[in-house]
Structures are given as C-alpha cells and as structure tokens.
C-alpha cells in the first residue's frame, strides 16, 4: 500500500521511491515541557515507536532518558494533560507517571524512580516545586465511582516530602497554571467554571501565603471577563500575566492596584488556547529581561523588550513554531519546528542581547530529510458571514508535489484540525511528505475558531460550530479548483476528532468532496455531550447551544442525524480507550452510512485513546487512508 497503484500512478505519479508510512512517523519525536535544571536543558521527548514520552537530558545530539523502560510521564488531567514534570530540590525530579497518574520522584541522572504519592482515584498536573517549603503545589482531579454520577473534583494542592496532599484552594470547576513570588510569600494562579472555557473565560487569583505556607484571603485580581492566561511574577516581584482584553492575547503587568499592558507587535498573541497545563511562552533572565514567544499569522517570532519597546530577536535561520520556552540566569531553551526539517531542541545565547543575531545550538533533533520536502505555501480564501454579510479571510498552507509542475491539477486532501479550538502550523510534518510524495496536494485550513489569529477570530465559531467551519473548508477546496491546482474529481476531507465532525458535516452538506477520512472524529453531538469528559462537558453549549433549549439545532448539525445526506465513501479510525469522542459513536455512524448503501471502512484500535500514539497504528492509518482515497480516483462511482 505504499505506493500508487498503477491507474493512479498514470495521472499522478509518485517520487520514484517515496517514503514509507512507517519512516514517516518514526521520524518524528516531539519534545515538550522542557526547563533548566542545574545548568542542563531536561524535557519531555515523546517516542512514535513505543508511544511513550521519555523524560530527557538534551547534550549536544543526544536525548538521554532519564527512566528505565516501563515510565512515561504523562498527565491525565482534563484528559489531555500537561504541566507532568518539575524539578525539585538536590537534583531530584518529579514526574506524573502515565499508567497510574501518581507523582513519582528519580534522581536528575537517573536511576530507579520512586512512588511519591498514592491516592489510586486522583491524577495530578502542573507541578510546581516550592523550594523554600520543600513541597509540590500542583492541580489534582479525583474521579469518583462511576456508580456515583459525579464529576471529578478539581482542586489545587501541595504535595509534602512524604507524599501527604493538602488542598490549598477549591470549590472552581476548574484551576490551572499556579506560580509563586520570587520570595515566595504570594501564590497566583487561573480558575474557571463551567460553561466557560479556558480561552473565553477565566479568573486570575492572587493569596498572601502564611508561614506554614498556607493561604489567606484570595483575591480575584480579573477585572474583565476574558481569558486570563499563564500568570508570571518577575525577578522584582511583580505580577505579569497574559490577557486577550483588546482582542489579541498581550502580557500585562500587575502593579498592585491595576493593570499595564505592555502592548507588543500588531496581530500578535503571546499564547495559545491552553488545552494542556504547563504552557510557557514568556520568562526573564535573572537580570530581569523580559523575552516571549509571539504568535502571528501562523509563524512564531523570538522576541524580546527593552527601553525601546519589543524587538525580534534574530535566529539566524528560519522558523515556522517556537514552544516550551525556559529561561535560566542568561540561558533560554525552547523547542523549534521548521518548514524543511525535524524538530529540535534549541538553546540561544542571550548574554548579548543587543547583537543582530543570536547565538543558537540545536541540543538534538533538526534532523534534515534525505528527500525533496514539499514546504508549505501561505494562502487565504475570503469567506462572507451569513450573519453579517462582513467578509473574513480563511487562512490556510498548502502542501504541492515538488516533482510535479504547477500546471497538472492534483487530488487534493482537505485537512481540518482538532479542537476546534486550536490551530495548524506551517510545520514540516513528515506524514504530509507521504501524501505529497504520492502526488496528492494537501490544504491545511485554520477556519474560523482557530486560535493565534485574535479572539475576534477565535469566537466566530461560537454557535456556528458544523456550518462556519465546513464553509470555509468548501471555500478552500473550491478556490483551489478554480485555480486549476486540483482536479475536482478526487477532492478528499480528514479530519481527527473535531476535525473529523467538521468532515463528516462537510459529506453531509456538500457534494464537493470524492471521499473523507474521519479519526475519532464527533458523529452525535447531542450524544457527546452526555458522556464526554468534564473539561468539555459544556463547550458544545458554547460551540452549537443550549441543548436543553436548542435540541433541533444539535439535530440539525448532527452528522448521525443527517446520514441519508452522506454518498460519499468514509473510512472511520477509532481508538477503544478513547474517553474524549467514545468509541460507540464512530461505531453507530459507520453501521448507519453501511445501512443507507455508502462504502464504508472501520478500523479499530484497541491500544489507542484520543489521538495515536504508537508508530505502527500511525503508520496503518496512512496505509489505509491511501489506499482508500486511491480506489475512489480509480473506481469512481
């Protein structure tokens, strides 16, 4: 299934030896979660072949696990986790460990780690060392007995040197990103409620500890409704956090009794929707620098403020994503993603921050294809509201065959992101390469929803989840067509979990598309929202309404419901430990579309969850999808 067949390889020919599904996702090993620690960079390198995330030490070309075989640091917390390791004192480390969500500790150069806490109903998250009460402060979620019919409590704890929990605050649905004062006298952190979610509503919470380092009065410092991210205080003391108060998410500064902004380039945001805890976008040196990450267009810059206002720090080589920042005395890290080529952990020497360009040193990753890589082409598509008639560009990166001229029209794959509230990068992503290699082109669309973009982006999604989002991947895939870059008789969609609803309500709206490819993608909204998880328990009421009051609404944007429209061949990939989109929904949509006469293929996975993890099955999908899509441009109906 690795290459063309030969029907398709006459109209859109192949490299000569393109890559293998198997090479394309084995290459790729993301990194995560990095900090300093003890002047070496150590983070979190997550595996495609064992589908485990190795807590790391980067030297110079080399990953070195700390774990023996067995451990992978991973957080369950909202599910999709994050914020799963800190250090701590005397070169110890502490890590959430994934097959029980306990808080182990291991030495910084490794060894047999140790269980530090052991409460089997709770998962833990956001861990943060308090050094000077020689504790853990971090989010915990109890789950209680399903009998029970009770959400997970949330909560925000200390964990002491024996492992014991204490409650430092409750009572919010939700909490999330704690952070102590350099003297650690005050503690900040994020709070929400249903039915908000963290990139639309949260408070920002500030408490003067006491010598036992437990909490007094807390302050809501939040003085508007909008999302509050990413608290910071700075070497001198004062509070920093990231708001989208004017549309765009800017860092402001707390100064005891109000807020400052402290602006930044235009159309930049210094965040992005937190759907994992332990986001870190911005940091000072010791000497009280102050350096970020900022968001524009898609790309991420470097950039840095001084007397003169914010500057781009130059990196002597471009790049398309930076993340995972951390900063130590003059030391920055962060890891870097690329156009061309794998990704890498980066350091970037800072100690002359007024040279042109920065000094930079790829830890390890950045490895450089064997092979033509087909780079991404920035285009947008104008989209017109039904609300408003006001028009909005839809941006989106294509992928073309480099082996191919620009004048032979080529199958096209639609890709729509998860989230939805979330985004797609300009990012060399070797499972594109696959599909590029085999002649197909490749359109990856932020729709409206997706996040960098300002919030004002961001929220025309809201009640138009399943109609703005398929008008925009319609609007992409037809300009293309009418470009005469893709053949209109072999235009495919895919998408993975909302990516995968946002495909299967464009089948059953449009009669644009050959084919589709749903993983774990929603098929029943109304459904969903009775089983899902807590974290998204209430996002739907946001993203489609009230079901309660609006039940022809989900009926109407329900792929299940409105199945007869559907002619199009799907093929379905689930993961049966998914407790974010549960299996029992892709199984009801693929026996639906098989009873109304539509080819229809399932493919089950009893290894996985919400989104593959381990190589083999990542390299099945692509095999699969392939040859799926290939059979359609040779056998249409």
């Not at 790729?28 to 983070?43: K, S, T």
């Not at 097959?99 to 089997?120: A, K, M, Y």
């Not at 870097?336 to 952990?345: Q, S």
């Not at 300009?479 to 053949?487: F, R, S, V, Y």
Request: with cysteine.
């Amino acid at each position: 299934m690795n290459g063309s067949s030969p029907a398709l390889a006459d109209r859109f020919c192949a490299l000569q030896e393109p890559i293998s599904a198997a090479n394309a996702v084995a290459a790729v090993h993301d990194y995560a979660m990095l900090r300093w620690h003890r002047g070496e960079v150590i983070g979190v390198r997550f595996d495609p072949v064992s589908g485990r995330n190795r807590l790391c030490r980067f030297d110079y070309g080399q990953a070195i696990s700390l774990l023996p075989e067995g451990f992978s640091v991973r957080s369950r917390v909202h599910e999709y986790g994050g914020g799963a390791w800190c250090p701590g004192a005397n070169g110890q480390l502490f890590f959430v460990n994934d097959v029980d969500q306990q808080i182990w500790r291991v030495d910084g150069n490794g060894g047999q780690p140790i269980q530090h806490t052991d409460l089997p109903n709770t998962r833990f998250a956001d861990l943060l060392f308090d050094e000077g009460r020689n504790r853990l402060i971090a989010i915990s979620e109890t789950h209680y007995a399903p009998g029970l019919k009770q959400e997970p409590a949330n909560r925000l704890v200390t964990v002491d040197q024996r492992g014991r929990v204490a409650v430092l605050a409750k009572g919010a649905d939700f909490y999330s990103s704690p952070t102590l004062s350099p003297d650690g006298h005050q503690l900040a952190w994020i709070e929400w409620n249903h039915p908000s979610q963290p990139w639309l509503s949260t408070r920002l919470c500030l408490v003067n500890l006491d010598t036992g380092g437990m909490p007094g009065h807390v302050q809501e410092l939040s003085d508007i409704k909008a999302a509050w991210a990413q608290p910071r205080f700075s070497p001198d003391g004062l509070l920093h956090v990231v708001v989208d108060r004017d549309s765009w998410w800017r860092i402001e500064r707390f100064d005891g009794e109000r807020f400052e902004s402290l602006d930044g380039p235009e159309c930049t945001e210094f965040t992005t929707a937190p759907w994992q805890f332990g986001l870190s976008t911005y940091g000072w040196t010791s000497a009280g620098q102050l350096y970020a990450l900022g968001q524009v267009n898609g790309n991420s810059q470097l950039l840095t403020l001084d007397d003169q206002g914010w500057r781009n720090v130059e990196l002597g080589t471009p790049v398309s994503r930076l993340h995972a920042l951390s900063l130590q005395d003059e030391q920055l890290a962060c890891v870097v993603e690329f156009d061309n080529r794998l990704p890498a952990v980066m350091t970037v020497d800072i100690a002359a921050p007024t040279a042109e360009t920065a000094c930079c040193t790829l830890l390890t990753g950045g490895e450089q294809p064997a092979y033509p890589v087909s780079v991404p082409q920035r285009g947008y598509v104008a989209v017109r509201s039904e609300a408003n008639g006001e028009s909005t560009e839809v941006p989106y990166f294509l992928y073309r065959p480099t082996h191919i001229d620009g004048h032979t029209p080529l199958p096209l794959v639609i890709y729509t992101h998860g989230g939805p509230t979330a985004a797609t990068a300009p990012t060399f992503k070797p499972a594109i390469q696959y599909w590029t290699q085999r002649g197909f082109m490749i359109a990856d669309v932020n729709y409206r929803g997706s996040t960098g973009f300002g919030r004002d982006y961001r929220t025309m999604l809201a009640g138009q989840w399943g109609v703005t989002d398929v008008q925009d991947v319609e609007a992409v895939a037809n300009q293309l067509i009418e470009q005469g870059l893709a053949d209109p008789r072999a235009v495919f969609i895919r998408g993975n979990s909302a990516g995968g609803y946002t495909t299967l309500s464009a089948l059953a709206r449009s009669n644009l598309f050959t084919a589709g490819a749903s993983l774990y993608g929603v098929s029943d909204p109304a459904r969903l929202n009775e089983l899902t998880h807590k974290f998204e328990s209430r996002y739907l009421s946001w993203l489609i309404g009230d079901p309660a009051t609006e039940a022809d609404r989900y009926r109407d944007r329900s792929p299940l419901f409105n199945a007869h429209r559907i002619t199009a061949p799907v093929i379905f990939f689930q993961g049966e430990q998914d407790k974010v989109v549960l299996p029992e929904q892709t199984r009801k949509m693929a026996e639906t579309l098989a009873n109304n006469g539509v080819p229809v293929e399932s493919h089950y996975f009893e290894d996985e969850a919400h989104g593959f993890r381990k190589a083999e099955n990542q390299a099945s999908v692509l095999e699969l999808e392939h040859a799926f899509y290939c059979r359609e441009i040779d056998n249409p109906a």
